[in-house]
């Protein structure tokens, strides 16, 4: 959010020497962090406003023109310019050699130079309100007209800051950080803040009174979701533009003016935090309601978004039906029109949860529901309606409140807190004195009464919408305040009476480790949500997953039972920038379960910690593919110090290749699954060109071993043999086959077996895969032979001969 120094000014008088840095510091530490202060006035450095004294027509181009134009103090510079509407006497913005401006407002700022233009010198540049960042406040009717100042009657040579009271300063401040602060949604909220962190007085708004006795039927139906609703009917205005001050001050926190009726209502709530609206009176029929939609009741939005409502949203209505999205927007065909001549001003409170649920729902998200969330108080109105009868009169002389109407239904409850002075001491860590805390407090808008044992504190309306509740807010108020700066560091005494050793969390940073940096995958996040789409494409069925009462979009309504849709939807993410590459992701997944919390009697969703992975590469390449992911999770027990799991083919995932798929087992159990992504489930998911083997394995039932079981093993005294060894075997057997075969411990002289080649092609007879060993082969106690070594290779392969029907590769 945007906030105009100049404009909090007007509600607290802050010295004009204040250094900057130090007020953003103060209020980061106090109250909201401030991300930026910026000094408006510099992106107007060099630009000054020019009168052009003379058009001369320009003699090699006949869209261009030499402008004689007096920049201060009588000095004249010819300027060529292209603008469309260049006349003698017009007071134009002229960006001197040096002024950094966006040419035809696209792309980076560039610095201004003298240029000659088809021969001609060129002093500066004539600009476009587009070119130098004001087309919201000067709007061109057509792309080469220039910004136009000689009504506001500037003398030449003046600084455009200057001459448009743009010399201001800009305080960014993270939204983040005042989630929990509706009161400071508006320049009044912190102007109060500063008030009270300087020990400075505050501007108050006098309360409005009405002199009318006619009222606007306000009727309410749901007084939980609108506390309270003020009308009032004002007759006499107009539809013209605002005021120049009003506009600028709109623009310069990121708003756009748009005429005098519209600029009020966002200017008092950009002032207070109170979100007002105008509706015009000769398109309300009979009376306004406020109640709960009728299920599918259409609604046209300002923004020509239609809606078909639901019974959860409140709206705004008349005899004839929804006018207004309450809280969120108006209706195109009730807010102000051209015609308008009379309006009902609204000035309303809205319940926060309710808004939040319908402008999620529309996906229409706007200034005031933003603030309507934050949960702002019923008794802001009164600000809000103050603001917005003194800017009517000041910019309608001649308009008149002819019916007025405040219904307050639901008064909002000042929060009232307990507070003992030894339970504040012992949080703070130090004693304030009481004077110092009442005065804190006072500041801020609290009543204080002090006890024998502590102090006794009403919160004011702005604070007790849920924002301060127990007694720990009220400890962080007087903590803030005081200064967090203020507090001296003690040192915390502790003891450690034994080592933690917390296995399964270990297990979790191992594995992590493993897959980045040996198996040099890269990790990713995801949010908790899946798509729709993915969903269908990877499971039977949506039955027994949760969903969420207020997705964040229509698609994204079920909360991950499975990391693999995400994982998929990465997967497209990036298919289109990588030919090959390997992800992961460690996280919870809920399942619905029968699980239910001690406490509160609820029954909550089992939350389980999940591994997924994908290994993506060529559809060509799919063995090798396998291979690779077999070997990584093969491998990963070895390298992260658990139980070791094996492979089974007992139970096809949904989303798997009906041949390429196994099942990860851990003690006859069934832990995870690795497996191909099927043709049907990859295109369903929107992967059109690489194939993909997925892992999902369920990290709690993984053992991790209680204390490291490694064993020294002497080097080699003597030389280990490598041999080759090739043959012919069935397609069905598998690798463990014959690992197991040759590894029987019968001939201790093999130390071990390694996989080196599969190969089937037109030389090898149908049904058969050739096989190629890499046998390796040592003693402990001499150098063999290369006699022996042959002994022991052609034992290996009679074996083999004889277990399961290899033959000896002749071809």
Known sequence: MKLSLNWIKDYVKLPDDMDLSRLAYDLTMSTVEVEGVENLAERFDKIIVGEIKEVLPHPNADKLRVCRVDIGAGEIKDIVCGGSNLEAGMKVVVARPGAMVRWHGEGEPVEIKNAKLRGVESFGMICASVEVGLADLFPAAEEHEIMDVTSLGIAAGTPVAEALELDDILLEIDNKSMTNRPDLWGHYGIARELAALYDLELVEFDKYTPDVTDTVDVRIADTERCPRYI??????????????????????????PINALVDITNYVMLATGQPTHVFDSNHI?????????????????????????????????DAEGAVALAGVMGGAKDSV???????????????????????????????????????????????????????FAELYPEMKVTAFNDQYVNKLERKEIDVEFDWLDRRLGKRIPQEIVAKKLGTMGYDVTFTDVGMHIVVPTWRSTGDVSIKADIMEEVARMY????????????????????????????????????????????????????????????????????????????????LLPNICKAIVKNERNFDEFDIFEEAQVFLDSDYTNEYKGEK????????????????????????RAKGVIGSMPRFTHMEGFTFEKNEKPYWADETVWLNIMLNGKKIGDLALLSKKSALACGIKVLSAILVELDMDALAPFKSRTNRFVHTPEFPI?????????????????????????????????????????????????????????????KTLTGAEIEAVANSALKKLNKNIGADIRTV
């Open 604 to 627: 909550l969703p089992a939350q389980k910690k999940h591994l997924g992975c994908a290994f993506v590469g060529s559809s060509d390449n799919i063995q090798e593919l396998f291979r």
């Open 285 to 317: 029929i009979d009376h306004i309601e406020v109640r709960r939609a009728n299920d599918g009741e259409k609604l046209q939005l300002l923004n020509d978004k239609e809606l078909a409502l639901s019974t959860d949203d409140l709206v705004i209505a």
């Open 231 to 256: 009308g009032a009917k004002i007759e006499g205005l107009c539809v013209k533009p605002s005021p120049f001050k009003m506009q600028s001050r709109i623009w310069r926190v990121g708003m756009r």
């Open 483 to 562: 200064g967090y700066e203020n507090f001296e560091a003690t040192t915390i005494t502790t003891s450690f009476d034994g080592a933690i050793n917390q296995l399964e969390v270990d297990l979790v940073r191992k594995i992590k480790e493993y897959l980045a940096f040996r198996c040099n995958m890269q990790e990713i996040f995801t949010y908790p949500w899946m798509t729709e789409e993915f969903v269908t494409a990877l499971m039977p069925d949506t039955n027994g997953i949760l969903a969420l009462a207020t997705p964040p979009a229509p698609t994204e309504k079920y909360i991950r039972c499975s």
């Open 337 to 391: 029109l051209p015609e308008t001549e009379s309006v009902i001003l609204e000035v309303a409170n809205f319940e926060s949860r309710g808004v939040r649920r319908t402008a999620l729902r529309y996906d229409n998200r706007t200034e005031s529901s933003s603030r309507y969330e934050k949960a702002v108080d019923p008794e802001r109105c009164d600000q809000g309606l103050s603001l917005a009868m003194k800017l």
């Open 721 to 781: 043999n490598e041999y080759d060894i090739s043959f012919l075997v069935d397609s069905a057997v598998k690798w463990d086959e014959i690992y197991a075969c040759v590894m029987n411990k019968k001939n201790e002289l093999i130390r071990d077996l390694l996989f080196v080649d599969e190969y089937k092609g037109k030389q090898i007879p149908a049904g058969k895969k050739s096989i190629t060993l890499r046998l390796l082969i040592g003693s402990d106690e």
